[in-house]
């Protein structure tokens, strides 16, 4: 008997390791980033770029605890949202005339799923921050509204989707979803 138990709690052990430490499953519960992630998909986050202070490079979709000013609004503190990484430390970014601005060029991509119907900016990203942006970007709860996200609030980056299975596959900076033989453009 145990040496039939020994082998299956080894294998529980390393599951709640990398569970804790490495990967987490993740479900996606509002449209602020359709069309990239839709209502309901399951996403795999993965955890150590953050943990090792890697740097997270422009379109990298990230999942975060609320920043404090969504927490000095009552937000649920233990809740993660996920957006896309559209500035880093040192960026001035805008948003006029439906366009996405870093560094006084308009984007060449800004993975939205619309023009944008607000204006914002310009604002210069501070050191240690990021600013991010949902792919709905008219209705999405983001940087947009509360300002730069502290790189510390930040638990990992979503990797691959998992669910619906349709829509298997990585989830890359493109902003679409990675098909044998083709890319999916978005927005």
């Known amino acids: 008997m145990r040496r039939q138990v020994l082998p299956v709690l080894s294998w529980v052990l390393v599951a709640l390791v990398l569970r804790a430490a490495v990967v987490e499953p993740r479900w996606i519960p509002s449209g602020s980033m359709l069309p990239t992630l839709e209502l309901q998909d399951?996403?795999?986050?993965?955890?150590?770029?953050?943990?090792?202070?890697?740097?997270?490079?422009?379109?990298?979709?990230?999942?975060?605890?609320?920043?404090?000013a969504l927490?000095?609004?009552g937000y649920d503190p233990n809740a993660a949202l996920i957006k896309r990484v559209v500035a880093g430390p040192g960026d001035v970014v805008e948003v006029r005339e439906g366009?996405?601005?870093?560094?006084?060029?308009?984007?060449?991509?800004?993975?939205?799923?619309?023009?944008?119907?607000?204006?914002?900016?310009?604002?210069?990203?501070?050191?240690?921050?990021?600013?991010?942006?949902?792919?709905?970007?008219?209705?999405?709860?983001?940087?947009?509204?509360?300002?730069?996200?502290?790189?510390?609030?930040?638990l990992g980056t979503a990797i691959w989707r998992y669910w619906p299975p349709a829509h298997f596959g990585p989830i890359g900076s493109d902003g679409g979803r990675t098909v044998p033989g083709a890319i999916r453009e978005l927005g």
């Open 99 to 154: 366009v996405l601005w870093r560094n006084g060029q308009p984007t060449q991509r800004d993975w939205a799923a619309e023009p944008m119907t607000y204006t914002f900016g310009p604002v210069t990203v501070p050191a240690g921050d990021l600013l991010v942006l949902g792919d709905n970007r008219n209705a999405s709860l983001d940087s947009h509204l509360w300002g730069p996200l502290p790189q510390t609030n930040v």
């Open 71 to 73: 927490l000095d609004a």
């Open 42 to 68: 399951r996403v795999l986050v993965e955890k150590l770029r953050p943990r090792l202070q890697r740097s997270l490079a422009i379109g990298t979709v990230v999942v975060f605890r609320p920043p404090q």
